[in-house]
């Protein structure tokens, strides 16, 4: 795991108007601990069932923003909202309007990131660019969501320049949409994403380390 002066060396890299996402899935909740006292505020987690505990052992950090960023079972919506404040991967009109119903009923406001995808690939899910613009008047007219952005995955095998044009392609989708946010780049590519425009990048080994295959929350 990193120690603070790596930490401060990644995050002295980013340029205002970047906010770093500590991807800390497959971790312990005392790497979470002692990430935020260097100053980290924004975790990212992909499974409630993992989410719950760790959040339950640090219950006194409470200056800690929950990110959701795996793939969202509709059966699990209710719980991520009453979990988590960002949501990175809503995928389709289906499930942001399951996603505006329950929050009505838990009165809350969840920040809402909708995945987009600009090439095919079956491993991940996402809005395709036309569909997202013919479901647009519906989805800004859903209530109790605060839609701030567009989060992207590139496939795995794309080369930097072909990740890049995806970045940007996203940043220029998210721009024409008249959303600020994009969440995109990972450990091997957020300094392509930040030439692109990202606002979000969302880090995982290169803060942690080497996931552990099983964890003791």
């Excluded at 200056?63 to 991967?89: A, C, M, P, T, Y």
């Excluded at 600009?118 to 519906?138: A, E, H, M, T």
């Excluded at 024409?176 to 450990?187: A, Q, R």
């Excluded at 990202?198 to 803060?207: F, K, M, N, Q, V």
């Amino acid at each position: 795991m990193t120690d603070a002066n790596e930490f401060k060396i990644i995050k002295d890299l980013l340029p205002l108007g970047v906010n770093l996402l500590a991807v800390s899935k497959g971790h312990h909740h005392e790497s979470i601990r002692k990430l935020s006292s260097y100053g980290q505020l924004d975790f990212g987690e992909s499974r409630l069932q993992e989410a719950i505990p760790k959040k339950i052992d640090l219950n006194d950090l409470t200056q800690l923003r929950w990110h959701f960023v795996g793939s969202l079972q509709k059966n699990k919506v209710r719980g991520v909202i009453k979990e988590f404040d960002f949501i990175h991967s809503v995928d389709s009109l289906s499930l942001l309007e399951r996603i505006s119903r329950i929050s009505q009923e838990e009165q809350k406001t969840p920040n809402i990131f909708l995945q987009i995808k600009f090439r095919d690939d079956p491993n991940k899910g996402g809005f395709l660019q036309q569909d997202l613009l013919k479901s647009w008047s519906k989805i800004i007219s859903l209530k109790n969501i605060n839609l701030i952005g567009l989060m992207t995955i590139p496939p795995i095998a794309l080369n930097s320049y072909q990740r890049k044009d995806l970045f940007c392609k996203c940043r220029k989708f998210a721009n024409h949409l008249g959303l600020k946010e994009c969440s995109m780049g990972m450990s091997n590519d957020w300094q392509e994403a930040i030439e692109c425009g990202a606002t979000w990048i969302r880090l995982g080994s290169l803060l942690f380390g080497k996931r552990q295959s099983q964890i003791n929350c």
